[in-house]
């Protein structure tokens, strides 16, 4: 079985804890095996690229060091600020000049240059949402309407991130629509939801992200679903500062796209961490649970008309 | 409106330091205004991010380096993603950072506050402890009421810690930061 370098960043085991677990759980589950990079550190997220590249490079670089010696296919992360500054740091060090500079900050040198990939990438790419599908043929997720939003930096620049389309990305549509999902054209899905700014600057945040709720929310959502720790914070975490910003109440879960393939490979709910989301994930699902409902009773109807109709000719 | 006198005030080794940093070229930009549609920020920017460009070119150093806008881009990459002429200019706003940053401009105080707490956590204990950042951050911006909302909504969670995660090589990671400080003396 291919090894996959697993990086869960900083949030993964904070904020974002339900991400990692139910990413784990979803890759155990659909045959990816992941070894955590031992003794992984900060990446140094957002803060370190405002200071200084080559530091920001550094940080990263340290586990790309450690990810060497695992001998995996490639660095996976759950998290797109990590991944980035994983990326921008291999890409940085296609230079030669840098790369030694980047070195002589590091205890362990980075030697050569692993491929950094997200896990939604190898979802999408090594597993694909054709086997997804045939796995689950009874599209557990069908009636669930859903704005998928990947945040501003999974796919961009797309020099960097090679992966996806970078004003359109899809990869996240087609696996929940492989779990019969009914994917939302969400027109904001590579819009920024504020960042890190929640606790400088909240009322950025709460404006940024408040036009994301509500776009959601026109489109006739249950729940919006994401891929990104930060994205999911500022939209759930904040929704109420982000309803009194636009004057309305907003009530939309905000699922990891791991939580939701999760609950269609039949995962308990307690590995996925349901109960973690602020917003109460129940409205969504019972609103998906009836839709269901209400077509497996149209079907008994229809078969039952067609059934009378037939005895009727007899 | 403020008028420039570009030829009394315009820095030429500004420029050509900013060019230096980034590894772009400031002149190729033809103010096509792409970069500040997308720009998600403008509305809390005291200068849009294309007319960054233009004071660049016109080596506006003071200007730019006590401006508000380079604190709160949020590197979302929208700007370099469609800029017309290839110019990464998320990278242009982080080198301006960069070196608002060392010559002591931080317009946006707490965004930078935030920051350097993030890097002071992550240098103490390898990785970032949350808790201990937001306590830090507090009791250096006397920011007690920032987010009192959300305290119930997410300590019920379990989610975040009291103690640090402390790995074993965070000796290493402190290397790290004191020897990117030496390359900066
Ligand atoms: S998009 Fe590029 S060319 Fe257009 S104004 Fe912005 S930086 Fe200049
Ligand atoms: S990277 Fe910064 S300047 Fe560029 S669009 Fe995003 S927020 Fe605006």
Same mark, same amino acid.
């Given at each position: ?29 659909? /045959? ?11 990446? /140094? ?6 200071? &200084? !590249? $080559? ?13 060497? &010696? ?23 060090? +296609? ?28 979802? %999408? ?5 054709? @086997?997804? %599908? ?8 069908? /009636? ?14 797309? =020099?960097?991130?090679?992966? &996806? ?48 709720? =509500? ?54 709910? +307690?590995?996925? /961490? ?41 | ?9 315009? &820095?030429?080794?500004?420029? @050509?330091?900013?060019?230096?940093? +980034? ?41 730019? $380096? ?20 290839? #110019? ?9 950072? !960069?070196?608002?940053? *060392? ?39 006397? *920011? ?20 640090? !995660?402390? #790995? ?10 004191? *020897? ?6």
């Amino acid at each position: 079985m291919t090894k996959y370098a697993y990086y869960p960043g900083c949030s993964g085991q904070g904020t974002s804890q339900e991400y990692d677990s139910s990413t784990r759980a979803v890759c155990r589950a659909l /045959g990816v095996n992941l070894v955590d990079i031992p003794d992984w550190s900060c990446c /140094g997220s957002t803060p370190a690229h405002t200071v &200084d !590249h $080559l530091l920001s490079s550094a940080l990263a670089a340290r586990n790309l060091a450690l990810a060497e &010696d695992m001998d995996a296919a490639a660095v996976i992360t759950p998290c797109p600020s990590c991944l980035t500054n994983l990326k921008a740091a291999v890409h940085r060090m +296609s230079d030669r000049e840098f790369r030694l500079q980047v070195n002589k900050l590091l205890d362990k040198p980075v030697d050569r240059s692993t491929p950094v990939k997200s896990v939604l990438q190898v979802l %999408a790419e090594d597993v694909g949402s054709d @086997a997804v %599908a045939e796995m689950l043929p009874n599209k557990p997720l069908a /009636g669930l309407k859903l704005a998928p939003y990947y945040g501003c930096i999974m796919n961009r620049p797309p =020099e960097v991130m090679q992966f &996806d389309d970078h004003e359109n990305p899809t990869a996240m549509d087609k696996l929940m629509a492989a779990l019969g999902a009914e994917v939302l054209p969400f027109p904001l899905k590579v819009e920024c939801c504020g960042a890190s700014f929640g606790i400088p600057r909240k009322d950025i945040v709460a404006k940024l992200s408040g036009k994301l709720l =509500e776009a959601a929310a026109g489109l006739g959502a249950h729940a919006v679903v994401t891929a990104c720790p930060l994205c999911q914070m500022n939209l759930d975490l904040r929704q109420g500062q982000a309803s009194a910003a636009m004057g309305r109440k907003f009530q939309l879960p905000v699922f990891y796209y791991t939580q939701l393939l999760g609950l269609a490979l039949g995962i308990p709910q +307690s590995e996925l /961490g349901l109960s973690k989301l602020c917003v109460n994930p129940r409205l969504a699902l019972d609103a998906m649970y009836a839709a269901q409902a209400e077509k497996r009773e149209r079907e008994a109807k229809s078969e039952a008309d067609k059934q009378t109709l037939k005895a009727k000719a007899a | 409106m403020e008028v420039v006198d570009i030829h009394a005030s315009c &820095d030429h080794e500004f420029i @050509a330091q900013v060019e230096a940093e +980034s590894e772009q070229k400031v002149r190729l930009c033809y103010q096509c205004g792409n970069c500040t549609a997308g720009c998600p920020y403008t509305f809390a920017y005291d200068i849009p991010v294309s007319q960054v460009m233009r004071l660049l070119q016109a080596g506006q150093k003071v200007r730019l $380096l006590s401006c508000k806008s380079i604190w709160l881009c949020a590197t979302c990459e929208s700007c370099t993603t469609r800029c017309p002429n290839e #110019i990464d200019v998320a990278r242009i706003m982080d080198v301006l950072r !960069h070196m608002a940053r *060392r010559e002591g401009y931080a317009t946006e105080k707490n965004v930078k506050t935030f920051w350097d707490t993030f890097l002071d956590s992550v240098e103490k204990h390898g990785r970032v402890f949350e808790m201990g950042l937001l306590a830090t951050y507090v009791a250096k911006t006397g *920011r007690f009421w920032t987010d009192m909302d959300l305290g119930p909504k997410i300590l019920p969670k379990g989610k975040l810690s009291f103690k640090p !995660h402390e #790995i074993q090589g965070k000796d290493k990671v402190a290397e790290i930061f004191k *020897r990117f400080r030496e390359t900066q003396q």
